[in-house]
């Protein structure tokens, strides 16, 4: 008998293209969701109007948290598809490639995807285009002494400023952009660890929808998180609701993250030490007030607040330390993977300039019914005027990745890495004689 890795459990190993499994009792308007987990019955609520035969179990992905709510599942879906589209596509244009080497060319592909959209597209509208010109930079390709790993700084404080970004309110919204009186909204709570609202509740477009034309909580000093998160957050290992301020407070606490000042000394940022020093960074005085009457010190503060209430850098949505923080991460994640879609022999230079022309915005056209969309995804616009149709909306071409043949002979191939790939012993014997 054969044992696969782990991580097999998400593929569709019968399949010829290269697959990842998806459900098999359910679908999107013609669309795939992500398969169910094997536990069962798994945690996740359920339809309070429905019978115990019609349960909606947790999803499985590759993360144990894409149930945590319905717009995160719906991201995780979206990628589902575009990885089976790809590879779809793929054995399409190559009918002699295994499903092997199928899978692993589209989980290349969705790799170098989600570097692209994350670097060109949200990360500079996060730290702010001076910041990521000094922190970050143009590509000069692989370096070996730069450690891409995940700073405990970045995982643990700097990027949890998000969790002030998060709208209380999940709007689903119809093809007209317009509140759809059979989707109402739904506060934050009402959709956690609940999959079943994306079965029964109109699938991922109109939520999609929702998150294109509405924008990120509005970053106040003087609310940095919405109640539905600091009262009512809810986790499956808990059986009362959780404050999500406190726990990431206590989070940075329990790994031993050094104080706000350490952190701004770090990169290079002057220390504070008055509340007047506060006041240079921070305008709302009644919050540097507060910071005083609880820490007393500047010194004393918990990096994840002090960094969170900084005012922001022009054309940012971070103050100074979390862009640095941000900043010198995704450099390291870039610069330390030999990997990078930019560096030479991953792709072909052809495949690299199609690569370039894809968005999330055509990610989105091509694996939902939604028809148009915002060139960027993630600039907020006013529908319709700010919005294109799909087919004006640029994307890759594959024929890059076709291999063509001649009196049976590859006369061009893709560049294959030969010090990656699945391990021999889950090859085929043909395959391993041609690896």
């Not at 009262?231 to 407070?249: I, M």
């Not at 990078?340 to 968005?359: G, I, M």
Request: with cysteine; aromatic share 8%.
């Amino acid at each position: 008998m054969t044992h696969y890795p782990k991580g097999w459990i998400l593929r569709n190993l019968t399949s010829e293209e290269g697959l990842l499994r998806v459900n098999n009792k359910h679908h999107d308007n013609g669309q795939e969701y992500l398969p169910f987990t094997d536990r069962v019955p798994s945690p996740c609520a359920q339809d309070s109007n429905v019978s115990e035969d019609e349960r909606i179990e947790c999803f499985m992905a590759g993360d144990s948290r894409s149930s945590e709510v319905i717009s995160l599942t719906a991201m995780h879906t979206l990628w589902l598809r575009e990885h089976n589209r790809l590879a779809r596509a793929l054995k399409t244009i190559n009918s002699h490639w295994s499903a092997e080497t199928v899978y692993q060319e589209a989980r290349k592909i969705v790799g170098a995807l989600h570097q692209i959209i994350t670097l060109r597209d949200y990360i500079p509208k996060i730290i702010g285009p001076d910041a990521f010109n000094q922190y970050i930079g143009l590509y000069k390709g692989y370096d070996p002494t730069v450690n891409p790993t995940v700073s405990n700084i970045f995982a643990t404080a700097a990027f949890r400023f998000g969790h002030a970004t998060i709208q209380p309110i999940v709007r689903r919204l119809n093809a007209q952009y317009l509140d759809d009186p059979e989707l109402p909204h739904l506060q934050l709570h009402e959709v956690f660890f609940s999959p079943w609202r994306l079965i029964k509740e109109g699938g991922l477009d109109p939520l999609i929808r929702g998150l294109l034309a509405h924008p990120a909580k509005l970053q106040v000093q003087g609310q940095l998180m919405n109640e539905e998160l600091t009262d009512k957050l809810f986790v499956l290992s808990n059986n009362g609701s959780l404050d999500l301020a406190s726990l990431n407070l206590q989070r940075g606490r329990d790994h031993g993250l050094p104080g706000y000042n350490d952190w701004r000394e770090f990169c290079g940022l002057p220390e504070l030490e008055t509340q007047t020093d506060l006041n240079t960074i921070i305008a709302n005085q009644k919050i540097t007030e507060k910071i005083m009457e609880l820490y007393h010190n500047p010194s004393n503060i918990d990096v994840w607040l002090g960094g969170l209430v900084e005012d922001f850098l022009p054309g940012a949505r971070t103050g100074p330390l979390f862009a640095c923080l941000i900043g010198k991460q995704m450099k390291a994640l870039r610069d330390g993977d030999r990997f990078w879609w930019e560096n030479d022999n991953v792709f072909t230079e052809a495949q690299k300039n199609e690569l370039k022309k894809h968005s999330l915005s055509r990610v989105i056209c091509d694996n939902t019914g939604i028809s148009d969309v915002p060139v960027d995804a993630f600039q907020l616009g006013k529908f319709p005027q700010d919005f294109k149709h799909c087919s004006n909306i640029d994307g890759m071409n594959l024929e890059a990745w076709q291999e063509i043949f001649q009196e049976g002979k590859v006369i061009f191939t893709r560049i294959v890495s030969q010090t990656c790939g699945i391990p021999h012993k889950f090859l085929s014997s043909n395959e391993q004689l041609n690896s």
